[in-house]
T-cell receptor, first 112, second 114 residues
Framework: KQEVTQIPAALSVPEGENLVLNCSFTDSAIYNLQWFRQDPGKGLTSLLLIQSSQREQTSGRLNASLDKSSGRSTLYIAASQPGDSATYLCAVRPSNTGKLIFGQGTTLQVKP | DTAVSQTPKYLVTQMGNDKSIKCEQNLGHDTMYWYKQDSKKFLKIMFSYNNKELIINETVPNRFSPKSPDKAHLNLHINSLELGDSAVYFC?????????????FGPGTRLLVL
């Protein structure tokens, strides 16, 4: 049974810091892995999608990596800003199924 | 233009009532999903439809009945609401079933059962 874990559960950093969010999954048989952002009281916004054959994806100040064999992904945020404050969710899509299995998220606070 | 929309945004109701949540996507996707986010913010899939056909039915009480009248719509009807049904329900869609694309989420419906 696939399980997704995110560490840390919460993180508070001063503005301008680079930071790394971690995601681990127990079964390496995945189609892809997706990072989402959720703002309080809002829906999910997709940030980055990494296919199982890829090692990383980049979008602006965000970089996500995937090491399928070790069951790990990281989301790197460069030069963090207060507007980055949100909950970041990692989700894997197991092979042969369309559903996403989510971690419990990392709540990030970036202080001005 | 909203890609995935849900109505209502908020729903407050009494235990034992029956209620429905509606979802519509204008992305031309074939697959739609319902997820539940509990009080601990944990998101878990409930159902998935591909081209109006039920594909995923997780361990969900049969008080929950999804219906897909067409590819662009997926509704969720809940009978005999219980306190434990209080949660945020998210609708999502993707290009196709088992494909490699991104899932797009709606804004959520916040259900509170009193």
């Amino acid at each position: 049974k696939q399980e997704v874990t995110q560490i840390p559960a919460a993180l508070s950093v001063p503005e301008g810091e680079n930071l790394v969010l971690n995601c681990s999954f127990t079964d390496s048989a995945i189609y892809n892995l997706q990072w989402f952002r959720q703002d309080p009281g809002k829906g999910l916004t997709s940030l980055l999608l990494i296919q199982s054959s890829q090692r990383e994806q980049t979008s602006g100040r965000l970089n996500a990596s995937l090491d399928k064999s070790s069951g790990r992904s990281t989301l790197y945020i460069a030069a963090s800003q207060p507007g980055d404050s949100a909950t970041y969710l990692c989700a894997v899509r197991p092979s042969n199924t369309g559903k996403l299995i989510f971690g419990q998220g990392t709540t990030l606070q970036v202080k001005p | 233009d909203t890609a995935v929309s849900q109505t209502p945004k908020y729903l407050v109701t009494q235990m034992g009532n029956d209620k429905s949540i509606k979802c519509e996507q204008n992305l031309g996707h074939d697959t739609m999903y319902w997820y539940k986010q509990d009080s601990k913010k944990f998101l878990k899939i409930m159902f998935s439809y591909n081209n109006k056909e039920l594909i995923i039915n997780e361990t969900v009480p049969n008080r929950f009945s999804p219906k897909s009248p067409d590819k662009a719509h997926l509704n969720l009807h809940i009978n005999s609401l219980e306190l434990g049904d209080s949660a945020v329900y998210f609708c999502a869609s993707s290009q196709d079933w088992g494909g490699f694309g991104t899932q797009y989420f709606g804004p959520g419906t916040r259900l509170l059962v009193l």
